[in-house]
Structure formats: C-alpha cells, structure tokens
C-alpha cells in the first residue's frame, strides 16, 4: 500500500508562534495531498489541499508546502491559536484516483498560553 | 452548515455479533466512503460507494463487511461477525463529485468496542 508519514509525533507551541508539521509521502506519482484537522471526539476536517503541479498554496492562516523532489509536504500555521490543537494529518490520493485517500500517522500540536 | 451523521456515537458490541453502523450523508452527495481508525493508528480507507454499487474497497474489507444504502438517505457499514480487533473509530464521509477537497466530509465517527 502507499505509505504517508509523518516526523513528529507531537509538537509544542507558544501561543502565537508559526507551526510546521511535517510530512513525507511515498508515490511520487500521487497528484494530490491534502491536510486534515482532527479534534478529540469528530472526524477529520478539511484543511487545505494542492496539487503535485504546485508548490505553494495559501489559506487563512495556513500555508502548504510541497517539495516533490524530495517527497515531503508541509504546514504552516501562523500565529497558532488555542483553538489549534488538534491532530493533524496528511493524505494523499493515488494517481488518477481521487476515491480514497493514503492518511499518514498524525501530529498532535499542543498550542501552549 | 451541512453534516455527515453518523449513530450510535458508541456502539460496545460481544465477539461474534453483528453490528451495523449507520451514516446520513449530506444530501446531494452523491459519493460515499467508510474509512476506519484503530486507536492511536492511521485513518484507513475501507470502501467507497457510487450509483448503488461498491466502486473499490481495501483488503481490510473482507467478506465480514458489506454496505447498503437502503434508502435515499441512510448508508450503512454492516460487520457479520466481529472480531477483537474490529474496534476502533469508523468513519463515514461523502462527497458530491467524487472528488477531494472541502466537499469530501466527514462525520464524526462511532466509536465500536468489541468485547
């Protein structure tokens, strides 16, 4: 199967630091990468998503970055809230398939006051 | 906003039983998946669903699973005969295009224990 990981189990912030979760995917053929926001008891939410023929988007205070040389996919998160932690995924989708999506192993982002 | 929604929020079940876990997609959603998560795990793909007909599912999705979408509102997870190592969060998601993005939702889960 596909393989999307990530490097840091858990990441601490200061309340109003930038976060950056980290990702790394396995195909380099997968054409499409999503961010997913996981809070305690519901579903994963909708981030931000883009496209292997990008390599930068920018949302309300995120921002994703994909590096497809060397597989790996990041998120930005300014000015990092409370209201933030959560845990966060990757996911990928295989070529030409946008049916399902390849989740990776999650970062749990502890924001601190 | 619209919601997926999915019952029982908990569902505690004894080795063997059979469980059928229930979803309401959003309404125009034309596309419907189960994924799962075992605790402390990755989010899984299990299935997918489209024009009344499973349109792929994972190794995981052995002859133990089957879904339904009995009528126009409902999709259905059905486990024959579960197993220890069946409990874990599932989730049900829809999308309307069959595509990713903020239109691919998903429910918040029921939580399945079995003992």
């Known amino acids: 199967g596909e393989s999307v990981g990530l490097h840091l189990p858990t990441l601490s912030v200061q309340e109003g630091d930038n976060s950056i979760i980290n990702c790394a995917y396995s195909?380099?053929?997968?054409?499409?990468f999503i961010w997913y926001k996981q809070e305690s008891g519901k579903g994963p939410q909708f981030i931000i998503d883009?496209?292997?023929?990008?390599d930068k988007r920018q949302g309300q205070r995120v921002t994703v970055l994909l590096n497809k040389t060397v597989k790996h996919l990041s998120l930005q998160i300014a000015a990092t809230q409370p209201g933030d932690s959560a845990v966060y995924f990757c996911a990928e989708t295989p070529p030409y398939n946008f049916n399902k999506f390849y989740f990776g192993s999650g970062t749990k982002l502890n924001v601190k006051p | 906003e619209p919601e997926v929604t999915q019952t029982p929020s908990h569902q505690v079940t004894q080795m063997g039983q059979e469980v059928i876990l229930r979803c309401v997609p959003i309404?125009?959603?034309?596309?419907f998946y189960w994924y799962r998560q075992i605790l402390g795990q990755k989010v899984e793909f299990l299935v997918s669903f489209y024009n009344n007909e499973i349109s792929e599912k994972s190794e995981i999705f052995d002859d133990q699973f089957s879904v339904e979408r009995p009528d126009g509102s409902n999709f259905t997870l059905k486990i024959r005969s579960t197993k220890l190592e069946d409990s874990a969060m599932y989730f049900c998601?829809?999308?309307?295009?069959?595509?990713?993005?903020?239109?691919?939702?998903f429910g918040s889960g029921t939580r399945l224990t079995v003992v």
């Open positions: 998601a829809s999308s309307q295009l069959g595509q990713g993005g903020e239109g691919y939702t």
């Open positions: 309404s125009n959603h034309l596309y």
């Open positions: 195909n380099s053929a997968s054409d499409y």
């Open positions: 883009i496209r292997s023929n990008m």
